[in-house]
């Protein structure tokens, strides 16, 4: 496929049943129709994993795949997305991170990576240029993510590899755990971590030499050099250069929707102590950035002083930093940062271990768990000592860690109390955003095609809560009110269709969209420079709509239906009682219909309906699903 | 005379300069055609971006059998392309590691883009700079050392 620009036009397929690979053409159809990245995984997982497929057994794939734009210039193009089905939900998983591993695996010539099958020892594999090398693990077995990647770039005399890496907890069969890239990029969410143990491969490193080149290299310069300057003039530039997004947490705490005691409550009392202010000034001491970002955002701190003196690494980003405190009632910034260190050091996802905990808190606070039950800790909120102890018994699968390692849906199954406390949707831990306060935020963790989660759709102009944009771009002004309900659905499918393509082209979803620079506008003209593939915005968007269909299908053949897109009982049911977001629940069943209004899926079932799915092109998901 | 220097607490790795370093000189986008190197150490947040240094005395030039660097405008080692036999002792005896080689074993050395660096233009962080300046004798493991010493970790 060497006439579009952007893709190196090369899909490796390795399998580690046989020890064998084998490089196929990217379908040039496929680039048109799901651009890349997240789009490109979704599609084959449904062409390629039947329903009923165990996510743990060889017959799944994990599959890597990058965007058009990563590889060149183009401003915070550096990321990329590890899909397979979730062995944490069992429905579509998926995640994505940045850092420096994807561009390197354009430079390596690959636009995706498969993994298949399942090797019969513990092997890493090494991708140089058109190398491919199984070697050896087994003296890494067991090793933590930092440790790995010393002795890997040791072993391989190459210190410019670049690692994505499992560690102890994904080998120890903890089932939400994640794929680290850079030590701490994590692709941490849905467990993909979880399946790559599964086929016994310990890391995948690649290293590439070749070249990415545009399709229009003057209209590139040009459209590079417009969004250079849009990042630096933004009003967010600077307070994300020095925060990243932990400069969100008191802005959630003013609004009210900062989830404290878990989601018992909206504000947190001790929130100036655990911000990213209190951070930036008293623990950062450098910026770094992902490969070709021109607003770096991520921060190397140091703890001078106290129990954690002698702490340092990347990070944390806001859902780490506030799951780690007010979440569970902590008020100590240093032992999140020493909670955060842990998950990436043991190779969990933040966010599920940091449910897993707060749940614990809770059950114990309404005396529905003894201290006794959980090996004795003290289970009072925000205990450091409980706290890190617990992120170490899951990883290990020890005393009740073994029961929070498969995540809180069934935790509480086998512990036969508490799923309605279990802040989960589909098996997948919520974010920290209390849908009470942000009601377009809810409806996108009640329908994401991942479980509960905000990167499907992160509608943050509902933030501004300015009827004038909401009457502006969806002719119903209560779309962009945070506390109003109507209008949601379509204020949530326009930006799941947004971040799908983002997802897709693989540049910072939060610089493109969050600072509202690659508009579906910009996209089509972005898209022809970088390939030479033509597309009118509406055609954009239409790829974005693809993609959330195709991952619906998906889902639905493995039996989603309408009543799995939910919120957890609390927000339905209990208002918040103080704070800016007081008063109010989440309007579920309205907000549904709407949705799937918006979406063209069936009102009763959820599923797509075969006029939508043949309207995007996804015939074979047409004829499947009308016979479900 | 002028020269690029490096902050290495503003650099935050991010390869921009690389980047434009290739693009401008070879038409494509890939870090292994670009003159600047970044140096990383992700443990401990360290990014040190690689250039020749425009030394008084070059090793490389002193070495080439076929005299095929020589000292250019601006104080660059410029390389006469024709010349060149690619034999590779340029990379070898250079004190920096300041010169890459490509596929070919060509040497790919910073020639300063004719006195306006694309890559300072560039630079996000403003890590990078082209001024009046001595020698610089810095290297990224020494600067490594002192900014994990400043920071008091693992030292």
Same mark, same amino acid.
């Given at each position: ?47 390629? !994993? ?14 890597? +795949? ?50 298949? %099958?399942?090797?019969? /020892? ?28 010393? !002795? ?28 680290? &890239? ?22 995948? #490193? ?20 417009? !969004? ?7 009003? =967010?530039?600077?307070? @994300? ?188 831990? !919520? ?8 009601? %377009? ?10 479980? %509960? ?10 933030? +501004?809560? *300015? ?24 204020? #949530? ?32 003209? #972005?898209?022809? &420079? $970088? ?14 709509? @693809? ?16 009543? *799995? ?64 | ?7 290495? $607490? ?32 992700? /443990? ?18 002193? +070495? ?16 006469? +392309?024709? &010349? ?30 004719? %006195? ?18 001595? =020698?610089?004798?810095? @290297? ?16």
């Amino acid at each position: 496929m060497p006439e579009l620009g952007g893709y190196t036009g090369k899909v490796l397929r390795i399998d580690l049943t046989k020890g064998v690979s084998k490089v196929t053409e990217l379908e040039r159809v496929l680039a048109r129709a799901f651009l890349g990245g997240r789009g490109f995984n979704a599609k084959r997982l449904y062409d390629e !994993i039947p329903p009923g497929t165990d996510p743990l057994g060889p017959e799944n794939n994990l599959y890597f +795949a990058t965007g058009p734009l990563v590889g060149t210039s183009f401003p915070t193009a550096s990321r990329f997305n590890i899909s397979a089905k979730s062995p944490q939900t069992g429905i579509l998983g998926d995640t994505n991170a940045g850092g420096h591993f994807a561009s390197e695996m354009k430079y390596a010539g690959y636009d995706q990576i498969v993994l298949e %099958g399942r090797s019969g /020892k513990p092997v890493y594999v090494h991708v140089s240029d058109d190398n491919v090398e199984f070697r050896d693990a087994s003296h890494l077995v067991g090793r933590g993510v930092y440790e790995t990647d010393e !002795i890997i770039k040791s072993d391989l005399g190459d210190r410019r590899v670049q690692t994505a890496i499992i560690g102890p907890a994904a080998e120890n069969g903890v089932k939400f755990a994640g794929i680290f &890239a850079n030590l701490m990029r994590a692709a941490a969410r849905t467990g993909m971590g979880s399946v790559m143990a599964s086929k016994g491969v310990k890391a995948l #490193v690649v290293r590439g030499t070749g070249s990415v080149s545009v399709a229009k290299p003057g209209m590139f310069e040009g459209l590079v050099e417009e !969004i250079e300057d849009q990042i630096r003039g933004h009003e =967010q530039y600077w307070g @994300r250069r020095r925060m990243g997004t932990t400069r969100i947490l008191l802005m959630a705490n003013e609004a009210g929707f900062l989830p404290t005691r878990h989601y018992n409550a909206g504000t947190f009392e001790h929130a100036a102590e655990v911000s990213g202010e209190r951070l930036a000034e008293e623990f950062n001491v450098k910026g770094r950035g992902c490969f070709a970002c021109t607003i770096p955002c991520s921060r190397f701190y140091v703890v001078k002083s106290g129990e954690h003196a002698g702490l340092y690494g990347e990070g944390p980003e806001y859902e780490s930093q506030g799951s780690f405190t007010s979440r569970m009632g902590n008020r100590s910034l240093e032992t999140a940062l020493k909670a955060n260190d842990l998950c990436n050091r043991l190779g969990l996802d933040i966010l599920t271990t940091a449910e897993s905990i707060s749940w614990v808190m809770e059950l114990h606070e309404r005396g529905m768990l003894t201290s006794e039950e959980v090996d004795g800790l003290d289970l009072s909120w925000g205990n450091g000592e409980t706290i890190l102890a617990l992120i170490g018994k899951i990883a290990r699968r020890e005393g009740f860690g073994d029961l929070l390692a498969d995540g809180t849906r069934v935790s509480a199954e086998r512990l036969g109390r508490g799923m309605d406390l279990t802040m989960q949707v589909k098996g997948l831990d !919520i974010i920290m955003a209390d849908p009470r306060g942000l009601k %377009g935020f809810g409806l996108g963790y009640a329908v994401a095609s991942r479980g %509960g989660d905000h990167l499907r759709s992160e509608p943050f102009l509902e933030l +501004a809560d *300015d009827p004038a944009i909401g009457e502006r771009m969806f002719g119903v002004p209560d779309a962009t009110m945070r506390l109003a309900y109507r209008g949601k659905g379509k204020l #949530v499918s326009y930006f799941e269709d947004w971040n799908a393509v983002i997802d897709a082209l693989e540049p910072c979803k939060n610089i493109m969209q969050n600072m509202e620079i690659l508009t579906f506008d910009l996209a089509s003209k #972005v898209i022809e &420079a $970088t390939t030479g593939l033509q597309m009118t915005p509406a055609e954009v968007r239409g790829v974005g709509e @693809r993609i959330i269909n195709v991952e619906r299908a998906f889902n639905v053949r493995e039996g989603i239906r309408r009543k *799995d897109d939910t919120l957890p009982r609390r927000f339905r049911e209990e208002p918040l009682t103080e704070g800016a977001s007081k008063g109010t629940v989440f309007e579920l069943e309205p907000m549904i219909d709407e949705y799937y209004g918006e979406r063209g899926w069936d009102l009763e079932t959820g599923i797509p309906t075969a006029e939508t799915l043949r309207r995007l092109g996804l015939d074979r998901a047409s004829a499947d699903l009308s016979k479900i | 005379m002028k020269r690029i220097l490096v902050d290495a $607490t503003q650099c935050a790795g991010c390869r921009v300069c690389e980047l434009a370093c290739s693009y401008s000189h070879e038409g494509l986008f890939s870090p292994s055609l670009s003159r600047v190197d970044v140096v990383k150490e992700d /443990k401990y947040g360290l990014d040190y971006p690689v250039y020749c240094r425009q030394c008084d005395e070059c090793p490389p030039a002193d +070495a080439c059998p076929v005299g095929a660097l020589s000292k250019g405008d601006y104080g660059a080692t410029v390389l006469d +392309a024709e &010349a060149c036999i690619n034999c590779g002792i340029c990379a070898d005896v250079c004190t920096y590691n300041a010169v890459k080689l490509d596929e070919a074993s060509r040497p790919l050395i910073c020639d300063l883009c004719g %006195g306006d660096p694309v890559c300072v233009k560039k630079c996000p962080t403003n890590a990078l700079t082209y001024e009046e300046s001595v =020698q610089v004798t810095d @290297r990224p493991e020494g600067v490594f050392r002192e900014l994990r010493e400043r920071w008091g970790i693992d030292a």
